[in-house]
């Protein structure tokens, strides 16, 4: 496929689609990273060990290792459905 257009020189559908790789994956870095610091953040600056999404469970969740396992559910969802919103933004970019 060809990257640029041979009449006018400017990028193509297929030439653009380096681009918006790069930009998509980029914003999920950012995304992740700041996201690991505010939860950083919160958990050294509060005392009440809060998890990550407000979230009612039929256990409590402030013992450890309880607290820590669930913390650990839900960062791993969160960051699961970062990529997934990213990978679809990717695909709806790129098709035509």
Do not use: C
């Not at 559908?13 to 610091?37: C, D, E, N, Y």
């Amino acid at each position: 496929m060809l990257a640029r257009d041979p009449g006018t020189g400017g990028l193509t559908m297929a030439g653009r689609i380096p681009l918006i790789q790069k930009f998509t994956w980029q914003s999920i870095v950012l995304i992740m990273v700041s996201h690991a610091v505010h939860q950083t953040h919160r958990l050294a600056t509060r005392n009440d060990r809060p998890l990550v999404f407000n979230a009612w469970f039929p256990f409590d969740t402030t013992n450890s290792p309880v607290y820590e396992l669930v913390y650990l559910a839900q960062v791993s969802a969160q960051k699961e459905s970062e990529i997934l919103v990213a990978t679809v933004d990717l695909q709806l970019r790129t098709s035509n």
